[in-house]
């Protein structure tokens, strides 16, 4: 880590682009301006850290949902052999149970 120490209207560069500094400090309060490019995401530290939290919350969410669905997708599969359904057969009940929801929904066929 590296430690700098600066004063009011001080500040540091990081790379070439993204300016760091010191505006005022009353107390142990420090306040600090940043200029950065739009493409730079700023966020305090604690809300960066929930951020994380509840995009690896969500992921976790989306994958247990996509593993889920691949169990179901194997089951069908399964149960499409064990009927002897395949290749056109397979297709056709597809354009049938689109047609189904199709109908269930008020909508005309295309």
Do not use: C, Y
Not at 17 to 33: F, P, Q, Y
Not at 38 to 64: D, G, M, W
Not at 74 to 103: C, D, I, L, M, Y
């Amino acid at each position: 880590m590296l430690v700098l120490s600066r004063g009011p209207e001080e500040g540091i560069m990081i790379g070439g682009d993204v300016e760091v500094r010191v505006l005022d400090v009353r107390g142990d309060r420090v306040r600090l301006g940043i200029v950065a490019p739009a493409a730079v995401a700023i966020h305090r530290k604690e809300i960066f850290l929930s951020i994380q939290r509840e995009n690896r919350a969500a992921a976790a969410s989306e994958a247990a949902g996509l593993e889920g669905a691949v169990r179901l997708l194997g089951r069908e599969t399964v149960a499409a052999e064990a009927a002897g359904a395949h290749g056109k057969s397979v297709q056709k009940r597809g354009k049938v149970e689109a047609s189904r929801r199709r109908a269930a929904a008020g909508m005309e066929k295309d």
